[in-house]
């Protein structure tokens, strides 16, 4: 899945954090259990937050780590 992918599904949640998978599988023409991997891969990269239940609850977007494309890259000289 591309990066353009996950932009498109935080923006969504920036603008509307109580979207549904349903909504946003509609928004960007993808099925739901292609937002359900992606959404599992923004949560394990810290981009993205669960907040309350499953039904009721809302998302939160974080922002980026700052560095973070440097983190892995203190390896040889």
Do not use: C, F, Y
């Amino acid at each position: 899945m591309s990066e353009k992918m996950s932009e498109k599904i935080l923006t969504i949640l920036t603008n509307k954090p109580k979207a549904s998978i349903a909504d946003m599988a509609s928004a960007t023409g993808v099925t739901t259990r292609t937002i359900e991997r992606k959404l599992k891969a923004l949560v394990a990269a810290n981009r993205l937050r669960r907040i309350g239940p499953d039904k009721g609850g809302r998302w939160e977007v974080l922002p980026p780590a700052p560095d973070s494309a440097q983190r892995g890259a203190g390896h040889g000289g």
